[in-house]
């Protein structure tokens, strides 16, 4: 009888119940409402601080790495300027050394073609010099010894003279 | 009269039946005092509290707590929110964050030790949150919409042959007015109801198996084994459940945003 009476007060359990469908709706509502306004809000706050964090590192880092990739160039720009600086002033001074050597040569064989005209002359002169007086002399030495020999004394100029001349003359020939 | 008589001797086993899901109030004779009520009622506070905590320093560097409460409500902004329903699904994060832990807790609370009662066993509450999602999905349906264009994309899908419509119109109408409210509430308590009756089943049995002969008590031990082993088991139901529930109404929801279903 017990048993059967419990069966037959089982309730349906799709039926719901007043106070929980109340209390379910008032329960729900609040805790939409604080989640809404209060959590919600400080999470999105907190994940966009933290995708900005994110993001500005990685622009900072960005614009870092363009500023190095910008000095790099700048230093390899000037680094092949300054080679090619430094080419150019070599190929200038070897240029400029071969000019110098050149000039050089140039004026020391001048200098020496000078000293060796101006040798040449004074010996030619000297030479001359030597030629006529000694000329004047063999002459009067010669015409000494002749009159000497002779016994007669050749003082007219012009005849001393034509027998030198002619003795020298012979002189030429025989050699 | 001899089953009468075994009860009250406590020699026969009573099986667990509805009738084990109302139990009478805390204070006699006030039926908002009854378990599950009260439940509820500790479930907001304790989500309240433990959000209201986590969230209040909302520092770039979380802490273990703010970590675990962004964990959770990332879980339902991004993976359930935000992948289905697409640009506009700010809007709706609050409601399916309540949803979701608001389920979650109150199903948790089924295998908590000393509570021990799944609140959503209790059809009322899965019927307040399925009309809760009902009325928001048709809310925002029409006020995307029009009336007039949410109603006719709902009774007449557009590209279908038009003797398809004497199958089709009250398919959907039923589907959208009475199936979905209807499925999601009752799947949500049927599971609830189902896994508290099997773990009672298992407890109060090993409970009874140990009152017997020896040759019982020797099964009793298995039974409890088993109790405990279909603890973890509803555990994952009750994420599941929660999961479920939050992913439909998501779900609903983008429906009624798009401009065709």
Aim: charged share 20%; hydrophobic share 50%.
């Amino acid at each position: 009888m017990h048993v059967i009476n419990l069966a037959a007060e089982s309730a349906n359990p799709l039926i719901p119940h007043t106070a929980e469908l109340i209390v379910g709706a008032v329960a729900f509502t609040l805790l939409f409402l604080v989640l809404r306004s209060k959590v919600v809000p400080m999470f999105e706050k907190a994940f966009t601080a933290r995708t900005e964090a994110i993001q500005g590192g990685i622009e900072r880092a960005e614009k870092a790495q363009l500023e190095a990739q910008r000095a790099l160039a700048q230093y390899n720009e000037q680094l092949s300027k300054a080679r090619e600086e430094s080419q150019t002033m070599r190929e200038e001074a070897r240029t400029q050394g071969v000019a110098i050597i050149e000039e050089l040569r140039a004026k020391a064989q001048e200098e020496a073609a000078r000293i060796t005209a101006s040798a040449h002359a004074s010996i030619e002169a000297e030479r001359q010099q030597a030629i006529t007086s000694l000329r004047n002399e063999v002459g009067t030495i010669a015409v000494e010894l002749a009159s000497k020999i002779v016994g007669e004394a050749l003082d007219d100029q012009a005849r001393q003279s034509r027998v030198v001349d002619r003795f020298l003359d012979d002189l030429e020939k025989s050699k | 009269m001899p089953l009468v008589h075994l009860l009250r001797t406590g020699e026969g086993f009573v099986p667990p039946s509805t009738n084990d899901f109302n139990l009478p109030p805390v204070i006699a004779g006030n039926e908002y005092t009854t378990k599950p009520i009260l439940l509820v009622f500790l479930s907001v506070i304790m989500i309240s509290v433990f959000f209201i905590l986590a969230s209040r320093k909302a520092a770039i560097v979380p802490s273990k707590l703010q970590f675990a409460g962004e964990s959770i409500y990332g879980f339902v902004r991004n993976d359930l929110a935000r992948d289905n329903i697409g640009h506009d699904f700010m809007r709706f994060v609050p409601y399916l964050f309540t949803l979701f832990t608001f389920i979650l807790t109150n199903n948790i609370f089924g295998i908590v030790p000393l509570l021990q009662f799944p609140a959503m066993s209790h059809v009322s509450f899965p019927y307040v949150l399925a009309i809760f999602t009902f009325i928001t999905f048709h809310y925002i349906g029409i006020r995307k919409q029009g009336i007039r264009k949410y109603m006719k994309d709902i009774m007449f899908m557009p590209g279908v042959p038009k003797a398809a419509y004497i199958l089709l119109t009250p398919l959907e109408l039923a589907t959208f007015f009475i199936v979905r409210p209807l499925t999601l509430s009752l799947r949500l308590f049927a599971n609830m109801f189902a896994g508290h009756l099997l773990l009672l089943v298992f407890i109060l049995g090993g409970d009874h198996l140990l009152k017997g002969v020896i040759g019982l008590k020797l099964i009793s031990p298995f039974a409890f084994a088993f109790g405990i082993g279909l603890t973890f088991f509803e555990f994952m139901v009750q994420c599941l459940q929660a999961y479920i529930f939050t992913l439909l109404t998501a779900l609903y929801i983008a429906g009624a945003l798009a401009d065709e279903h």
